[in-house]
């Protein structure tokens, strides 16, 4: 069981890192609004190509600065400082979200599909690059070989071929 200290400060890091990734969501979408505002109050709300254009427009811009701030989050060293790191990382992943649904408000096929295709390719691309590469970088990922002067705990030696034995007999009354 976790110290009552290392609870609190795991959770409090948890939170932190959630917050900083609203924030960066909202930083990324006010930017973005300052920069490309929505149509004007007196543009006709029922032209709808235009709204349609601002949406796609919108996506595509949030994918960008999306993919910018996962990259970002990457480069920075986790092991130093991971609450901002995953915070930032967060970030990014928020605006994906928010960059997709822009797009999906929008009515027109490909524009959209080509936006939604662009997230789903970042959003594995980072993934993997963030769980499986820089993982099996990491040697403090790797396991430890197994020294053969170690002792071996008995106990869990029953253990395991207990369960392997239990194995052995599911898969056997699977196979027939």
């Known amino acids: 069981m976790m110290p009552q200290r ?9 939170v932190f890192s959630f917050f900083l990734g609203l924030v960066v969501v909202a930083f990324v979408g006010i930017a973005l609004n300052t ?11 029922n032209n709808s190509a235009a709204w349609d254009t601002w949406r796609l427009v919108t996506g595509t811009w949030l994918l960008i600065c999306a993919t910018a701030v996962m990259v970002a989050s990457m480069l920075i060293p986790t092991e130093r400082i991971p609450v901002i790191t995953n915070g930032i990382l967060l970030g990014g992943l928020f ?25 789903l390719l970042v959003t594995v691309g980072v993934a993997y690059w963030k769980f499986a590469v820089r993982k099996a970088s990491d040697p403090a990922s790797l396991p430890a070989s197994p020294d053969p002067s170690a002792a071996v705990d008995p ?14 007999g599911l898969r056997n009354a699977l196979d027939g």
């Open 95 to 119: 605006t994906m979200i928010y960059a997709v649904s822009m797009s999906l408000s929008a009515t027109n096929g490909w524009p959209r599909l080509a936006v939604v295709a662009g997230a």
């Open 6 to 14: 290392n609870l609190s400060q795991t959770v409090l890091q948890i």
């Open 155 to 168: 106990g869990l030696v029953a253990r395991v071929d207990a369960l392997e034995h239990r194995l052995a």
């Open 35 to 45: 920069f490309y505002p929505e149509p004007a109050p007196g543009f006709e709300p």
